[in-house]
C-alpha cells in the first residue's frame, strides 16, 4: 500500500542523481545563511559595546582645546585647491600651561590662526572621541558585512559546485550520445 505524499516530494522518474545533489547543495546553502544571520547580529553587537566602551573612555581622557598656528602652512596645492597640512601649533593644557606640536590644518592657513584639536591625558593631539552614533553604525556595518561575507561565501561555494556537476552532466550528456549514436561514418 502506497502512503500519499505532496507532489514536490514525490520523486521524479527524470530526476538525476545530480539533481538531488543540486538541491540538497542549494538547502545546505540557504540554511547556513539563515542560521548565520543571528551570529552575524550577534558579532554586530559585541562591537557595538566594544565601541560605546571606548567612546566613554575617550572622552573621559580627551579635551578639546583650540590651537593657534606658530607657522604658515604650505598654499593649496592641485585643483580644486585644497588638502592639510602638519604645522606647528600652540595650545592651552588643562593645567594652565601650554604645549607646542605639529597639528593637521588646511593648506594655506597662516600663522596666528586658531584651529579645534583634541589632546589626550598627556596633552598631545589625538584623534575626536568616538561618539555613540559613530558606535552604532560601526556595529551595524560589522554585523551587515560579516554575514554577506557569509552570503557570499555560500553563493560562491554553491555557483562552484553547480559548475562541477554541469560539467559531469554535460560529459554524462556526451557519453549517452555516443552510445546511441551507433551509426559510423568515415567522416
Known amino acids: 500500500m502506497k502512503t500519499w505524499r505532496p ?3 514525490r520523486g521524479n522518474p527524470l530526476t538525476r542523481e545530480s539533481d538531488r545533489r543540486e538541491r540538497l547543495a542549494l538547502l545546505v546553502a540557504v ?3 539563515v542560521l548565520a544571520a543571528p551570529f552575524a547580529a550577534l558579532l554586530g553587537d559585541r562591537v557595538h559595546q566594544w565601541q560605546e ?3 566613554v573612555s575617550q572622552q573621559d581622557t580627551r579635551t578639546a582645546v583650540t590651537a593657534t598656528l606658530l607657522a604658515d602652512a604650505p598654499p593649496p596645492a ?6 592639510t597640512a602638519r604645522v606647528e601649533a600652540e595650545w592651552p593644557l588643562p593645567g594652565g600651561s601650554t604645549a607646542t606640536g605639529g597639528v593637521t590644518v588646511r593648506r594655506g592657513a597662516e600663522a596666528g590662526d586658531t584651529v579645534d584639536i583634541w589632546i589626550d591625558e598627556n596633552g598631545e593631539p589625538a584623534a575626536a572621541p568616538v561618539t555613540a552614533e559613530t558606535a552604532i553604525v560601526n556595529g551595524v556595518t560589522v554585523g551587515a558585512l560579516s554575514w554577506a561575507a557569509v552570503m557570499g561565501l555560500c553563493g560562491l561555494g554553491f555557483w ?3 559548475r562541477a556537476l554541469d560539467r559531469r552532466r554535460r560529459d554524462e550528456w556526451a557519453d549517452s550520445w555516443d552510445r546511441f549514436d551507433t551509426r559510423r561514418t568515415p567522416f
Open 53 to 55: 566602551r571606548l567612546a
Open 160 to 162: 562552484l559546485y553547480r
Open 78 to 83: 592641485g585643483y580644486p585647491p585644497g588638502g
Open 31 to 33: 540554511t547556513v545563511v
Open 7 to 9: 507532489p514536490h516530494l
